[in-house]
């Protein structure tokens, strides 16, 4: 059962609460900045990459086309030669990250706040290098 903080509020004026409110605007401007606007990870339900976008939940599929392309280049990577693997690497999760500068701390923080959203304290964690 969680506390009745209410009483808290009683105190508060209405500039106390825009402060607040203020603040928090900041330090989700100031999270999302370090956050790239999307980045690509791998749908564990069937293996395809799609696009995680910052501030959403969920994911968005990649056009149909791009992601049949995409796991059939995987799935080059893991039974080809090095040039299949160099041809690959273009098109998996992380090489298209890596075109687009996105980091594996930005990969994977966007990948918790698309789960557990934005505002989730663990996100900063994981940009910082904490967890």
């Known amino acids: ?28 401007e100031e999270m999302t900045n370090k956050l790239p606007p999307y980045c690509f990870t791998i749908d564990p339900k069937d293996g395809k990459i799609v696009r995680l976008n910052r501030g959403k939940k969920g994911y968005e599929p990649l056009d149909s086309i791009t992601s049949k392309y995409s796991l059939a280049i995987q799935e080059a990577f893991l039974i080809g030669g090095k040039h299949l693997r160099d041809k690959a690497r273009i098109v998996s999760r992380d090489g298209m990250n890596e075109e687009i500068g996105v980091t594996k701390q930005q990969h994977d923080a966007m990948l918790h706040g698309s789960h557990f959203g934005f505002d989730n304290p663990a996100v900063d964690k994981i940009l910082k290098g904490e967890i």
């Open 1 to 28: 059962m969680s506390e009745d903080l209410s009483w808290i509020l009683e105190d508060m004026d209405e500039d106390d609460l825009l402060d607040i409110e203020d603040e928090l605007k900041e330090k989700e």
